[in-house]
């Protein structure tokens, strides 16, 4: 759906079934950031249940950003992990990803972006990661820049509503504008 203003919105779509005139509905709030002002900003969110055969968090990226951009909403398993149902088993693996936007770079050098992610339940946290490095070595384009990783869901955490959120930092960027953040929501079940 092109939205050719940024700002918040919400996405709302509604179904009907032919056959059963059953009628479903669901909606998501979306956020469009001001890319021409050229602050750091970071795309939604896309989340989906690890594949099978353990793969390593650099390939799940890859392979979890290539199923978003082919629309490819049912991963190779539990069809609740989807990125559209967002529904996790405990023990289980999902993998996120995500686009930093307007990176700064100094010539010669790649990007300085660090990562953080927080599980929230009821609004109150229940994992907060550690801060990392955004893998930016190869980066071509720093106003673009793919990441993402993959949490184990322990058998310790409770059924529920969840949010995932991630903070980026920009090392290199103005003070005010070097931080950004992105939230989803996703459910645990038994």
Request: proline residues 7%; glycine residues 12%.
């Amino acid at each position: 759906v092109p939205v050719k203003k940024p700002g918040a919105y919400q996405f709302r779509v509604a179904l009907l079934d032919r056959a059963s005139s059953r009628v479903g509905s669901a909606g998501q709030f979306v956020e469009v950031p001001d890319l021409k002002k050229n602050r750091l900003a970071v795309s939604g969110i896309v989340m989906a249940g690890a594949g099978a055969g353990g793969a390593a968090a650099g390939d799940a990226r890859r392979s979890a950003a290539a199923d978003a951009r082919e629309g490819e909403v049912e991963p190779r398993g539990d069809p609740g992990a989807s990125p559209a149902v967002r529904r996790f088993r405990q023990n289980t693996l999902f993998d996120y990803v995500y686009t930093v936007y307007n990176a700064r770079a100094e010539k010669g050098r790649p990007p300085q972006l660090f990562s953080q992610t927080r599980l929230f339940r009821d609004g109150r946290p229940v994992f907060t990661g550690r801060e990392t490095p955004i893998q930016t070595d190869a980066q071509t384009d720093p106003k673009h820049v793919p990441s993402g990783g993959r949490i184990s869901l322990g058998g310790g955490l409770p059924p529920g509503e969840y949010v995932l959120q991630v903070v980026v930092r920009d090392a290199l960027a103005k003070r005010e504008h070097s931080t950004a953040t992105q939230w989803i929501d996703f459910e645990v079940v038994k």
